[in-house]
């Protein structure tokens, strides 16, 4: 079983960053495919962004252009670098893993986080 525990939110103005971790436990992280997903009051858990075991990547349109995600597999951590963050970005942001890809699907991770605030005014 893989644990995920998110840290780095917080509340900035329009415009500002913030990079959130997430540190995944045990010994198969290079083996993991990981994602953001966020989910704002009253909407569904939409996905950000995921990387694959290669690291190669995917981001969703609203984050093309200014969020980034990355990984340390050394430090089993996943990165996502949030720049010119805007007031729809306000949400919980999500650290979510697979074993096996099945693209950015909420169901398809079966390991996840409890979250971390994002809020942007």
């Known amino acids: 079983h893989v644990q995920l525990v998110e840290s780095g939110g917080g509340s900035v103005q329009a415009g500002g960053s913030l990079k959130l971790a997430c540190v995944a436990s045990g010994d198969i992280f290079s083996r993991l495919y990981m994602a953001w997903f966020r989910q704002a009051p009253g909407r569904e858990r939409e996905a950000v962004a995921g990387i694959r075991t290669d690291g190669s990547t995917m981001h969703k349109e609203a984050a093309k252009g200014r969020f980034t995600v990355s990984k340390d597999n050394p430090k089993n951590t996943l990165f996502l670098q949030m720049n010119n963050l805007k007031p729809e970005d306000t949400a919980m942001y999500y650290c979510?893993?697979?074993?096996?890809?099945?693209?950015?699907?909420?169901?398809?991770?079966?390991?996840r986080g409890q979250g971390t605030q994002v809020t942007v005014s």
């Open positions: 979510m893993a697979t074993e096996i890809w099945g693209g950015l699907f909420l169901a398809g991770f079966e390991y």
